[in-house]
């Protein structure tokens, strides 16, 4: 199936992912510490196959825009709900988050300050949320981040400021006043994604679930995503190989959708053969949970 993903200027054509790509996401969120360049190769790379686009695009793409395109692949691949569980002091609460809501309330925060123009003199400032590749790069000025571009209007001739230390030597000749506006900027916009909490649809105020922009929080997020642990799918796997005699090559080329159907099919079956609720806790682990590792997160009591 090829279903469409709509960003702020363009529209890519994407195909559902794969069982492989499944699990290539699976190990490179493994852990409490993965590695960001796999995790930054991995996951563009699998949607440059998936959308017949070049690799570079997704890690210039501004961040919040790739956290839409992720979880569109989520949706259109597995559900667009993940359930999530709620810590209190006197008792956990579970609850099914609707990702379609998230994307909602992450497009608004895009439209209102992607290619945000600034001006000086000659000069056209572009301002929009940071690419991931600009954020590999360390700076403690964080708002260097967010200058795209720069306009010379007298030659029209365009500078894209790829990197921080341009970014920088650039920001250094911009009067005060210019530099006080492009500091605003950064203040604004991590105000409104701190303030965008996507607990509060369901009244919930007390604790908060919020994105900020960051390639830390971005893997955290596909970990909510994508949320099964990697032992459970190597699990559910092998049970699928030896008592549903599926071959695994088939099995890697279904959709994480199908593979979530076969798990559940077999559970049912196996069940019923046994005439016990045995297997029901042993097996298999339920896709739907969300593993001990991010019940924490960014999910905190304000």
Known sequence: MIFPINLLKTKLLCSELSLKDYKEILKITYGDEPSVPIFIETITSILSRLTNTDQSFFKELNIIELLIVLIELRIQSMGDA????????????????????????LLLVCNQFNDHTIQQNNFNITLSPPSIEKLLESTDEEYLY????????????????????????????????????????????????????????????????????????????????FNESIDSFYDNIFYLS?????????????????????????????????????????????????????????????
């Open 82 to 105: 993940v359930t999530i569980t709620l810590k209190e002091e006197s008792a956990n609460t579970s609850l099914e988050l609707r990702l379609d809501w998230i994307k909602e309330d």
């Open 146 to 225: 967010f200058i795209k571009k720069v306009l010379n209007k007298n030659n029209d001739q365009s500078i894209v400021t790829s990197n921080v230390n341009l970014a920088k030597m650039f920001f250094d000749k911009l009067s005060a006043r210019t530099a006080a506006n492009i500091i605003k900027y950064f203040e604004n916009f991590v105000t409104t994604l701190k303030n965008s909490n996507f607990l509060s649809r369901y009244g919930i105020e007390k604790q908060i679930l919020v994105f900020i922009p960051t390639i830390e929080s971005l893997m955290w997020f596909v970990k909510l995503l």
């Open 242 to 302: 030896h008592y549903g005699h599926l071959n695994s090559s088939y099995i890697e080329q279904c959709t994480p959708g199908e593979y979530i159907y076969f798990t559940k099919k077999l559970q049912q079956v196996l069940n019923q053969q046994k005439g016990t609720e045995e297997n029901e806790t042993s097996f298999p682990a339920d896709s739907n949970n969300l593993p001990e590792d991010l019940q924490d997160g960014y999910i905190e009591n304000s």
